[in-house]
């Protein structure tokens, strides 16, 4: 091949690349759900941090829809930015307390999470995704 790839390397990062994608947009699917469908539970909860429900709307809005981007292929470098720039700010604003532990392992958490999202907006969806099948297409 011109790119120096052969076709069954480009298999299997593909196939890592679906795997990756899953696997990340799992926990905001899991999340966007669970926080919908306990609506009232999660207003409660968001008023403790003095959060508005016009904002938790649009984090329950933004993890479904990205969380979807993401595992489907579609407009995957839009959704990926958006949830890596979602996860430093999560890290940076609510998990900052640095001598609780469990406080410190969130903040590594979501910035870990956010380096896998850019490295997924930097990288593509891959061949198996719905961007790749738009793009064979000419759309």
Known sequence: MADGK???GTGVIDIALLIGRLLLAWIFLHEGVSL???FSGAV???AQFGLSV???VATIALQIGAG???ATGLFTRIGASALGLF???TATLFHTNFSDQN???HFEKDLAIAGGM???AAAGAGALSIDSWLRARGL
Do not use: D, G, W
């Open 6 to 8: 052969s076709s069954i």
């Open 36 to 38: 919908a469908l306990n």
């Open 44 to 46: 409660e909860m968001a």
């Open 54 to 56: 016009p904002l938790l």
């Open 68 to 70: 979807l981007s993401i």
């Open 87 to 89: 996860c430093v700010a």
């Open 103 to 105: 406080e410190l392992l």
């Open 118 to 120: 850019f490295v997924l």
